[in-house]
């Protein structure tokens, strides 16, 4: 069956730390990957996304995520966590099918927590 | 400032209530999504629009209607509902004029937190 796994449900990091927030993908073909972030009572902002191409993908806020066909991951990254950077973060995947368009599916987020 | 913009941000309905959650973007984009998400949980789709015609419904009960009445705005219209329709109410967009922009990230407002009583 088609899906995708944040193994982390939580993770709790120290400001100055860098973070590593893991996504696996399970699909016939290479989707189309993405990872957003969402505040407490916000809506969800995106962060990045790969379609194809360089495998190394910049973002916004300073994140970047790697895309690894042998594993099927999508592992976001960021060198340095800041407070702000506390919040809930979603893997996305949308397969590469016609009939699947629009059918985004999102992983089960990891929170992330951020310590003085 | 987000570019979708979600009226109203709170709303608390009785179960015999008639509400609408509203939607709105002014990017171009040409397709328009309902998801709904549960307190720790992540987005689930329930509508998509394209191009103002209904393309998804993921078996979503008749108590919650969507209506597209032009490319920027989407309703969804609320009649009925139980107490575990509560839930934050997103609303997304977009760009599919292009086939190979079909794929295009969603672009997401920050929801209506709805609390039905």
């Known amino acids: 069956a088609q899906s995708v796994t944040q193994p982390d449900i939580h993770i709790t990091v120290s400001e100055g730390a860098s973070l590593e927030l893991r996504c696996n993908y399970s699909?016939?073909?290479?989707?189309?990957l993405f990872w957003y972030v969402q505040s407490p009572g916000q809506g969800l902002q995106l962060l990045l996304k790969?379609?194809?191409?360089?495998?190394l993908v910049q973002g916004i806020k300073g994140f970047e995520a790697e895309f690894k066909r042998s594993q099927s991951s999508f592992n976001l990254r960021k060198p340095s966590v800041h407070w702000s950077d506390a919040a809930e973060y979603f893997c996305?995947?949308?397969?590469?099918?016609?009939?699947?368009?629009?059918?985004?599916?999102f992983g089960a987020g990891t929170q992330v927590v951020v310590t003085p | 400032d987000t570019e979708v913009t979600q009226t109203p941000k709170h709303l608390v309905m009785g179960m015999t209530n008639k509400k609408s959650l509203k939607c709105e973007q002014h990017?171009?984009?040409?397709?328009m999504y309902w998801y709904k998400q549960k307190a720790k949980k992540p987005p689930e789709l329930m509508f998509v629009?394209?191009?103002?015609?209904?393309?998804i419904n993921e078996s979503v009960p008749s108590r919650f209607s969507p209506e597209c009445p032009n490319s920027s705005l989407l309703n969804l219209h609320l009649h009925a509902l139980q107490p575990e329709d509560s839930a934050l109410y997103l609303c997304?967009?977009?760009?599919?004029?292009?086939?190979?922009?079909?794929?295009?990230?969603?672009?997401f407002g920050n929801g209506t937190r709805l609390t039905v009583t």
């Open positions: 997304a967009s977009s760009q599919a004029w292009k086939a190979e922009s079909y794929n295009s990230p969603l672009h």
């Open positions: 699909y016939g073909a290479t989707p189309y």
């Open positions: 790969y379609f194809s191409g360089d495998t």
């Open positions: 996305a995947v949308v397969p590469m099918t016609t009939d699947s368009w629009g059918k985004f599916q």
């Open positions: 990017m171009g984009h040409r397709a």
């Open positions: 629009y394209s191009y103002e015609k209904l393309s």
